[in-house]
């Protein structure tokens, strides 16, 4: 199963056996027992066993196994054990709960934002993933050389009060991945503006073509996040006090109930009139596939379905552009978020085998290696990539307005619809006319929290 296939973060409960885990860490530093992540990375003999688990994502697993293999026979003397589980929101979430909370491996891996903190963070609201790192629970890795590796954008998004704590693997894109050899028989353009995506989405439907194709069977309507995050991005983003929508919305100097917002919502309903019929109980499985064999004309997607894609029709000539949902050019622009990021266990038992794993996978070969075979957009400052997703995406590649600058990590303590698992449902809503744009954006203000 891809991991990306529910993009909602992990839920925001931790459990009880977390302050137990985490005490038992604080104790264990402040005896002594403890030690920095920056306490050997060369330094030392690198032997011993390393665990890491993450969750079933095809293209990465096969990435990290690949370069598990090569790690060990760089240094023979150590054994890595990849555990893993399937769905990030699913078996996957507990299995990390219940490493961190037992301290049984070394790496752990999410894809759940650790920025923006909340305005003033506490435990109840807090996400899992801020409350482990603000409590203790993951080592700091200021010290490592391979940090130097990575953009100020991808350190800055893991660091907390002057450490950084996380290593961003890379980012997705989302949007429109189109089929060149359709767009060319009827001459058609990747559109720039909303009104020319209206115009593209007609023209393809008066010649039977199926323009759109996106599912929500077996995921929900998080998958609108193909549509909202672009909203979003095109309409609210630029108009934002220093081009931080996240904290806009946190502080309250930009409400739910913006005009931007409400015409987003609108818009999407409008584009949703595009899409396959019966999108809400088409099985996300068959996306990729379905794209690929010519079902639609276009994809909505996440850049992470590349590699399916490409699997289920490897002749299939495929382009990319953002989906467009202001008609000032522009302002339209991609839509990127952090993805699969390591996290050394503060009770990690072999630290210098963790720090050197890290330093090995930030190499440039190997860390391209990576990049080209999961289709994930580079996190480091150079670096050149070849990989198929890179040709699709052409200049859009490593390219968008980051999340953590874009929608604020929605707080466990905050209404329903403002519930990280919760927030999309008012969105499908609009767009099957079960309530309006007006209607659903006060719902959403009123169960906002700004603190």
């Not at 109840?124 to 990575?150: C, H, M, R, V």
């Not at 996240?246 to 502080?251: C, E, H, I, Q």
């Amino acid at each position: 199963m891809n991991h990306r296939r529910q993009r909602s973060r992990l839920k925001t409960t931790a459990t009880a056996t977390l302050a137990v885990a985490i005490a038992a860490v604080a104790a264990a530093c402040s005896s002594g027992g403890g030690s920095s992540a920056s306490s050997g990375s060369s330094g030392g003999s690198v032997s011993g066993s390393l665990k890491i688990i993450t969750w079933v994502n095809p293209p990465a697993v096969q990435a990290l196994t690949a370069i598990d293999k090569e790690f060990e026979a760089k240094y023979p003397g150590v054994k890595v054990s990849l555990q893993t589980a399937a769905n990030v929101n699913g078996p996957y979430e507990t299995l990390l709960q219940q490493t961190v909370d037992s301290g049984s491996a070394d790496i752990v891996t999410t894809n759940s934002p650790f920025a923006p903190l909340p305005l003033n963070a506490t435990r109840s609201n807090e996400t899992p993933i801020q409350y482990w790192t603000t409590a203790g629970a993951f080592a700091p890795l200021n010290g490592q050389s391979f940090l130097k590796d990575y953009s100020s954008s991808a350190l800055s998004a893991e660091t907390y009060q002057g450490k950084t704590y996380g290593l961003v693997s890379g980012e997705y894109q989302e949007g429109v991945f189109y089929n060149k050899s359709v767009f060319a028989k009827y001459h058609l353009s990747p559109p720039t503006t909303y009104s020319q995506f209206l115009t593209l989405c007609k023209t393809l439907q008066s010649h039977g073509v199926q323009p759109l194709y996106t599912a929500l069977g077996n995921v929900g309507a998080v998958y609108l996040q193909f549509m909202y995050y672009e909203a979003m991005t095109d309409l609210m983003y630029p108009t934002a006090p220093g081009a931080d929508l996240s904290a806009d919305l946190m502080k309250g100097t930009v409400k739910w109930t913006d005009p931007a917002f409400v015409q987003g919502m609108s818009e999407e309903k409008t584009i949703a009139q595009y899409l396959e019929p019966g999108y809400t109980g088409v099985p996300w499985e068959s996306m990729p596939g379905n794209f690929a064999k010519g079902d639609a004309a276009m994809l909505l997607d996440g850049s992470w379905d590349l590699a399916s894609v490409q699997q289920a029709n490897p002749k299939l000539q495929v382009g990319y552009f953002p989906i467009p949902f202001s008609n000032t050019a522009a302002d339209n622009k991609a839509y990127s978020q952090n993805d699969l990021t390591f996290y050394e266990l503060n009770s990690s038992q072999n630290k210098t085998a963790a720090n050197a794993w890290l330093a090995f996978f930030s190499t440039p070969k190997i860390y391209a290696q990576y990049v080209n075979t999961t289709g994930i957009s580079s996190s480091q400052s150079s670096g050149t990539f070849t990989g198929y997703a890179s040709k699709v995406m052409g200049s859009w590649f490593g390219k968008g307005v980051s999340q953590s600058v874009l929608y604020p990590v929605l707080s466990p303590n905050n209404g329903f619809y403002d519930q990280e698992s919760n927030w999309p449902d008012l969105q499908l809503s609009v767009i099957q006319g079960k309530m309006t744009a007006q209607q659903a954006a006060a719902t959403y203000e009123k169960d906002w929290k700004t603190s």
